[in-house]
């Protein structure tokens, strides 16, 4: 089969490339798919820089979401057969014309739903989905302030937060010419976090403050701990911050002594749907049921831009990593 493979650490594409490479083949518990489409996340990235704990080992195929049809079931597995169709959120390898993924976070797909939008759902609307209701324990009117507005996770937030209730969204967005695309998805504020004339904490504070009449709720933070000030300054007391990700990069820094939480009655919350999987497959198993039943009652709506081929996908990694990119990518796998 044709798959994209990193061969190495790199923040370029050099060490990335489209070869053939043996079929995968189930073992107990887990079924192999058909690829139709699969999605292209930041975590490609975050696998391609090497980043501690992505990597298990090079050469590497990334992709962790997927959208196709059973090919071969392993034993044990029950309620899926071959040729149904379905989407799975994948520990790795997803970006591939065969995918391997376990049973258990695999779910069949509506007929409803595209397949470009179902290749959505396993990673980035159940992440989405998950933020929300799990960690950060969203109630309908909360205040709901979204670092990197723009981006995949950013633009399902937008849609999902109408679903569940609706409240006030506030983004951010790492440049001023993002800001439009964040309105247009339904923030009610869209704040660019540098300008002309630099990062200045405290105006953003205050802009935050401003966009929301208040202090926020929940703070949905993908940037690592470099936000991590502002968040403690514009969150209510019993406010909830959830960091997911590390967008930079760099090492994290230590997180704030107990008695700044105390003090501001906070709590900082980590999420990761990658150890979850592992953990408690049935919670995330549930969130993907979840998105695609919203998607296929027409009560979200994921927009997505697509690509034709697995050639074409290190171009997306590398516009993802110097932050050009708006909204969702998913490639066309199948023909």
Known sequence: MRALIMTGPSRGPDRTEVRDIPD??????????DVDHAGINFVDVMVRRGDLGYTPAWP?????????????VGTGVEGLTPEQRVAALTAGGGLAEIALASAELTVPVPSEVPSPVAAAAPLLLSSAL???TDAARFIPGDAVLVHSASGGVGMAIAQLVPA?????LIGTVGHPGKTALALSA?????????????????ELIKAIRT???GPVDIVLD???????????EVTAPGGRIVLFGNAGGDAPAPLPPPSRLLRGNLGIIGFSISSLSVTAPHRVAAALRHVLDLLAAGRLDMPVSEVSSLGEVSAIHQQLAEGTTTGKFVVRVAG
Request: net charge neutral; charged share 20%.
């Open 222 to 232: 993908a940037l690592g701990t470099t936000m991590l000030d502002v968040d403690l």
């Open 60 to 72: 590497y195929v990334p992709g962790k979401e997927v959208t196709g049809t059973v090919r071969v």
């Open 211 to 213: 966009a929301a009449d």
């Open 186 to 202: 339904g923030y009610q504020a869209a704040l660019p976090r540098t300008t002309s004339t630099g990062t200045d904490d405290k």
């Open 24 to 33: 995968p083949r189930p073992g107990p518990g887990q079924v192999t798919i």
């Open 130 to 132: 998950l933020l929300l």
């Open 164 to 168: 569940l209730g609706g409240g006030r």
